[in-house]
């Protein structure tokens, strides 16, 4: 019990696993999602409301930097929608263990990294 402790705990030292940052990311695309939400609900009112602000929308949607957002908002959601899937099922005591919430933080980013590729470049 002589152990000198750390007065101060060096935060960049500290070795995440996957599952931490899973739930790190999982976290901010909900935070990205929630600050992007009155951008896309005027997006989408303006795209409604007649068919000149349409055709403006879909050019100022053909420049490359509208395109990176576009992808950084669907990666976003993706990413959040599957890992919110693994928190439900972890709530419902599936996949609990140790090796299974690994494996299925794995998944989640693989998954979602797939279909944010294979959605942006069908739309892109």
Known sequence: MNKKRPKHLSLHLIKLPLAGFVSILHRVSGFILFLSLPLLLWILQSSLRSIETYTQLTEILQYPLSKLVAIGLLWAFLHHF???????????????????????????????????VLIGVKLC
């Open 82 to 116: 599957c890992a919110g899937i693994r928190y439900l099922a972890i709530d419902l005591h599936l996949g609990s263990s140790l090796a299974q919430a690994r494996a299925s933080s794995k998944w989640v980013l693989a998954v979602s990294l797939l279909l944010t």
